[in-house]
C-alpha cells in the first residue's frame, strides 16, 4: 500500500474530513462504475455509492491493513447496493419465466465490439435479482454458493437467474449487433 | 476374470470405430456455449474496473450526511465542535434574553425592592385628592412562585376612571383592572408579571406546532423542447399533499415579528403522458425509456426552514401577523414509480436521499386567538411559490410546484 494512501487512511479513522474528500475523489469513479452495474438508473446508483462511502467512513477502523483495500471497499459497496435494492425495490417485475432458450438467436456476437455504455446499458435493464447475480458472479467473480450465502437465496436460484439474466442479455447484444450490422 | 474380460474386448472391438452423427442443435448449443463464455469474458473486462466519475454535488450531499452523521454521535470523550456551536449558541441566546429581560425591569427602578405588599386601606374617594393613609402589612400567605415588587412611580391616589377606583383594593385586582384600560402602569409593578409583560408586549418568544393540507400544482416539462413537444399531459391538475411541523416566533419589537420552525412535506403528483408520434426517445442521462402512454407517479418529501419576516396586528385577543419570506428546503426523498407501457411489464421504484436544495417563496397571512397569556391558536393560509426547478441540469425534466396550505396550530408564549 502506498504511504499517500497509508495517510489518507489515518486521516479517515481520525475522521477528517480532507482526508475522507481524498479518498472520495481517488476511489469514487470506480465505485460510481460499479454502483451503476449494480442499479437501474443513476439516482439509485447515486444513492449506493453514498450510503457505501458512509459505511465505509463508519467502518474504516476495522480495516486492518490486511488484503487490498480497494477490494474492501468494492465489498461494501456490493453489500451497499444489495440492502438498498432489498429495502426499495421489492415490488420489481421479475416475470421472465417465458423466455426460453430458443427465443435466444443463436449467432455468435465474438467479432462484435460493444461500447461500455452499451454494456452497462444491457445490464441496467436487466431486472434487479438478474442484475445482481450476473454482477456478483460474472464481474465481480464470486461463486455461486458465496452469493446464495449473500443474498439468502438457495444455489439453484443464484444458478437459475444468472443463467436467465445471461440469456436476457445476450438478446439484447445481439439486437444490438444487429443494429450495428446495419 | 476370463469370462469379464471377453466382455469388454467386445464393447472394445464392437463399438471402437462408431460413428454417430450429432444432433442438429449440437452446433447452435455449442455457439450458445460459446457465446456464453464471450459474454462472460465481455462483462469481465470491459466493466470489471469501469470507472464513472460521479457528479460534484454528490461530494456535497456527502458531507452533509457525514456532518450530521458526526452531529448525532457524539463522544463525550472527544471535543465536538459541532455540540460546542449549539452549545455557544444556546449561552449565547440565554445571555442575550436575560440581559432584554433584566433592562426591560428595571427602566424606573429604584435600588430598593419592597418585600411586602402594599394595601389601601381605604378606597379612593374621587373627591379627595389627599394622599389616603396607607398601611404596610407582611405578606398573609406565602404564595407558591414568591413574587418580588418593585417600585415604579409613585401610586396615584385617585383613577380617571371610575371604575377602576370602585374596585377591591388588592394590588393584583388594581393592577390587572388597570392594565385592561389600557393605562400607563405607574403602580407597583409584580417583577416578571405575565399579564404586564403580556399587555406591555414584553412576551418576546412563542413556540406551537401546526399541521394542514396543501393544494399543489406542478408545472412539469421536458428540458428538452422537442420532447415537449411530442408528449402532452392528459393528467396535469392539483395535487393534495400535508405538511406539519414546529415553528418559533420572537417579536422585533412592538410591530414586527420573525418566524422560523421546522415542517416536514409531502407532495404527490401523478402524470399520464401520451405520446404523439411513434418513434420512441431515449432520455440518455438517466438511462430512462419513454414508451406511450406513460403514467407517472411522484411522492415528493421535504424538510423545510422558514425564514418569515411579518408585521404584527393586534386587537383584542385577536392578532394577525402578515409574513413573507423564503422556505429553504431538502428533498430528503423522491419515491417514483413510472409504469412504461400499456403491458404494465417494467416499473420503477425510486428513493433518494438529500437530492437537492430549494428555495422557495411563501406569503402567509396568520390569525391569531389568544385564549389568555400563554396559549393561543392560529389559522394560517399560506401560497408558495418554488423559485428554483425541481430537477436541474441532472435530469431531462424539471418541475416547479406552487400551491396553496391551510393549516390550523397552537402557540405558547413565554
Same mark, same amino acid.
Do not use: G, I
Given at each position: 500500500m502506498s504511504d499517500e494512501l497509508d495517510q489518507i487512511i489515518i486521516g479517515c479513522k481520525e475522521q477528517k474530513r480532507k482526508a475522507q474528500k481524498k479518498l472520495y475523489n481517488r476511489y469514487s469513479p470506480i465505485l460510481y462504475g460499479m454502483a451503476m452495474r449494480y442499479a437501474s438508473c443513476s439516482s439509485e446508483a447515486d444513492d449506493m455509492l453514498q450510503e457505501a462511502f458512509i459505511n465505509i467512513f463508519g467502518n474504516i477502523e476495522q480495516y486492518k491493513g490486511h488484503g487490498s483495500f480497494e477490494g474492501w471497499m468494492k465489498r461494501i459497496l456490493v453489500n451497499a447496493a444489495i440492502g438498498y435494492i432489498r429495502k426499495y425495490k421489492k415490488q420489481s417485475n421479475e416475470n421472465f419465466d417465458d423466455i426460453k432458450e430458443t427465443d435466444i438467436d443463436s449467432t455468435g456476437f465474438e467479432d462484435m465490439d460493444f461500447t461500455k455504455e452499451e454494456l452497462m446499458s444491457a445490464i441496467n435493464e436487466l431486472p434487479d435479482g438478474f442484475r445482481i447475480v450476473f454482477n456478483m458472479y460474472a464481474i465481480e467473480g464470486y461463486k455461486h454458493k458465496e452469493i446464495a450465502e449473500i443474498l439468502d437465496i438457495q444455489i439453484g436460484t443464484s444458478k437459475s437467474q444468472y443463467s436467465r439474466a445471461r440469456q436476457i442479455l445476450m438478446q439484447k447484444l445481439i439486437e444490438l449487433k444487429k443494429v450495428h450490422s446495419k | 476374470m476370463k469370462e469379464s474380460n471377453n466382455i469388454e474386448n467386445l464393447f472394445k472391438d464392437g463399438l471402437s470405430g462408431f460413428e454417430s452423427a450429432p444432433p442438429e442443435s449440437g452446433w447452435a448449443g455449442l455457439q450458445a456455449g460459446l457465446n456464453n463464455a464471450r459474454l462472460e469474458h465481455i462483462a469481465k473486462t470491459e466493466l470489471s474496473n469501469h470507472k464513472i466519475k460521479p457528479a460534484a454535488f454528490l461530494w456535497i450531499i456527502l458531507s452533509i450526511k457525514l456532518f450530521l452523521k458526526a452531529f448525532l454521535h457524539f463522544k463525550p470523550y472527544q471535543f465536538n465542535v459541532y455540540y460546542a456551536a449549539v452549545a455557544t449558541v444556546g449561552i449565547t441566546a440565554g445571555v442575550i434574553a436575560y440581559v432584554t429581560n433584566t433592562k426591560s425591569h428595571t427602566t424606573n427602578q429604584q435600588n430598593i425592592p419592597l418585600t411586602e405588599t402594599i394595601i389601601h386601606t381605604e378606597e379612593p374617594n374621587p373627591d379627595n385628592h389627599r394622599e389616603t393613609p396607607k398601611e404596610i402589612i407582611p405578606l398573609e400567605k406565602p404564595v407558591k412562585k414568591p413574587v418580588q415588587y418593585v417600585k415604579a412611580n409613585p401610586i396615584k391616589e385617585?383613577?380617571?376612571?371610575e371604575s377602576i377606583n370602585t374596585l377591591p383594593s388588592t394590588v393584583n385586582c388594581r393592577l390587572a383592572q388597570i392594565v385592561l384600560n389600557n393605562d400607563?402602569?405607574?403602580?407597583?409593578i409584580p417583577k416578571n408579571d405575565r399579564i404586564i409583560k403580556y399587555y406591555e408586549k414584553e412576551y418576546l418568544y412563542s413556540v406551537g406546532c401546526y399541521a394542514g393540507l396543501m393544494y399543489w400544482n406542478q408545472n412539469f416539462k421536458f428540458s428538452n423542447a422537442e420532447l415537449n413537444n411530442l408528449y402532452k399531459d392528459q393528467n396535469n391538475k392539483f395535487h393534495l399533499g400535508y405538511r406539519f411541523g414546529i415553528r418559533a416566533n420572537t417579536m422585533l419589537g412592538k410591530k414586527y415579528m420573525l418566524q422560523t420552525g421546522i415542517y416536514f412535506a409531502n407532495i404527490k403528483n401523478e402524470f399520464t403522458y401520451m405520446k404523439e408520434e411513434s418513434n420512441i426517445p431515449i432520455l440518455n442521462q438517466t438511462n430512462i425509456v419513454i414508451y406511450s402512454p406513460q403514467i407517472y407517479e411522484n411522492s415528493y418529501t421535504y424538510l423545510e426552514i422558514p425564514v418569515l419576516f411579518g408585521l404584527h396586528l393586534e386587537k383584542n385577543n385577536f392578532s394577525c401577523n402578515l409574513k413573507t419570506g423564503p422556505v429553504f428546503n431538502s428533498m430528503v426523498a423522491i419515491t417514483g414509480r413510472m409504469v412504461?407501457?400499456?403491458? =404494465?411489464?417494467i416499473s420503477r421504484l425510486h428513493l433518494s436521499s438529500f437530492k437537492q436544495l430549494g428555495i422557495r417563496w411563501e406569503i402567509s397571512p396568520e390569525f391569531i386567538y389568544k385564549f389568555n397569556s400563554e396559549f393561543s391558536m392560529f389559522i394560517e393560509p399560506r401560497y408558495s411559490h418554488d423559485i =428554483?426547478?425541481?430537477?436541474?441540469?441532472?435530469?431531462d425534466t424539471k418541475s416547479r410546484f406552487n400551491g396553496f396550505t391551510g393549516a390550523v396550530g397552537f402557540y405558547y408564549h413565554f
Open positions: - | 385617585t383613577h380617571p376612571n400607563n402602569l405607574t403602580s407597583y412504461l407501457d400499456a403491458e =404494465n411489464n =428554483n426547478t425541481l430537477f436541474r441540469k441532472r435530469y
